[in-house]
């Protein structure tokens, strides 16, 4: 069974900054993609950002430059940086993941594994 957890999230004024984790277990990394994903009530749930098998990093344009995503294979592990929030970066944020190799797609379709969330808030 593949579970996912986030922790990180909190409240932070604009500006600031947040890392958020996802620990896997059930299954090693190596062969899997791994994204987190954000949704605010009553809005589709959008992907934030990936990171395939073979390192690529896929980031959506209105994080792109301010977050960084990156995951440890060996402690099952993925990670959002997320510098300079701005209030619509509000949301709950989902960790997500596939097995495949080469997975850059931040369509919701494409993930078949979530986690429960962890909120982020941001206020100006």
């Known amino acids: 069974q593949v579970q996912l957890v986030e922790s990180g999230g909190g409240s932070v004024q604009a500006g600031g900054s947040l890392k958020l984790s996802c620990v896997a277990s059930g299954y090693t990394g190596i062969r899997y993609c791994m994204a987190w994903f954000r949704q605010v009530p009553g809005k589709e749930r959008e992907g934030v950002a990936a990171?395939?098998?073979?390192?690529?990093?896929t980031y959506a344009d209105s994080v792109k430059g301010r977050f960084t995503i990156s995951k440890d294979n060996a402690k099952n592990s993925l990670y959002l940086e997320m510098n300079s929030l701005k209030p619509e970066d509000t949301a709950m944020y989902y960790c997500?993941?596939?097995?495949?190799?080469?997975?850059?797609?931040?369509?919701?379709?494409?993930?078949?594994?979530w986690g429960q969330g962890t909120q982020v808030t941001v206020s100006s």
């Open positions: 997500a993941a596939v097995r495949g190799l080469w997975c850059r797609s931040l369509d919701i379709n494409s993930w078949n594994y």
């Open positions: 990171v395939d098998n073979i390192g690529t990093r």
